[in-house]
């Protein structure tokens, strides 16, 4: 492996790992379970599986690898806080849907060349992008591991409550 | 700017977005503020504060870097659990082991060749690394930034309740 084959196949790693972490907790957690608050008056897991699934749903377009696959998730777990009861998906189509965009995009980022992570992403312009090397297409992939991480922290203390 | 170095930059500053949110939320809380529980009955933000610290200052001598600058807090942030009332650090003294512990390590992250993010990391056997060279020290570096976000995600939770 060259070296920069090393350094993009060790960050895809790291997400892997972010990603199987929060399956574990998803698989762990019925239904019912996935209705429990991460902590009193907060979130719940069932929208933050939603809210999961259509974050990395938009970093397809985010890094060029494609079309979304599911922008329908985007009002009920992006623009609007955590509805508590007036669900609009079920907690199936949910998983399914959060299998999909992950399993879809980890074929993506295996397939990219090295030297394409450190290209700019579409939320960059050219002209900014040239000023600012680092605003490219690893740096998303990184800072998205660290959101789901947030999100590990909190569904982790709504997981050892069931 | 190499290839390589970019990389490493992108890396680097990933780990630091997710220490300056820390430092925001610590910095938002008062000593007082600190007693806080992320949940009920779960980790106060104080001995989160204690226990990223120790896990940062562990960094040193597992990425080669170094001698711990603070050992005497492992045994209350990383053997033990949350003791809630029996501490035995001020907040004035662990708000400054955190500081000293991140500013130092960020000098040696930035000083560190790109290439030698590449290397195997301490605990680690020279045997198994020449297998499976994603046990590198990048991989410490970015096990460590979800860490981080995980508890950026679970100290956000006291953080929006003051």
Redesign the interface.
């Known amino acids: ?1 060259t ?2 084959e ?6 895809i ?2 997400w892997k ?2 990603i199987d972490r929060l399956d574990q907790m998803f698989s762990s957690l019925s239904d019912e379970d996935l209705q429990t608050e ?3 008056g ?1 979130n719940r897991v069932f929208y933050l599986l939603g809210h999961l699934t259509a974050v990395h749903d938009r970093l397809f377009p985010l890094l060029g690898l494609g079309q979304r696959l599911h922008p329908e998730l985007d009002e009920e777990f992006l623009s609007e806080p955590d509805g508590k009861s007036s669900d609009r998906v079920s907690a199936a189509e949910l998983r399914r849907a959060w299998s999909e965009v992950n399993q879809q995009l980890m074929a993506a980022f295996v397939a990219l060349p ?2 394409e ?2 290209k700019r992403h579409e939320a960059v312009s050219e002209e900014d992008f040239a000023k600012e ?2 605003r ?1 297409r ?2 998303v992939l ?2 998205r ?10 569904i ?2 709504a997981v050892k409550r069931q």
Chains 1, 2 share one sequence.
Do not use: Y
């Open positions: 492996m070296n920069e090393i350094f993009a196949k060790t960050t790693n790291s790992l972010a991460v902590a009193p907060r090295p030297e992570w450190l090397p680092l490219n690893l740096a990184q800072s591991t660290i959101h789901a991480g947030t999100h590990v922290g909190q982790s203390l």
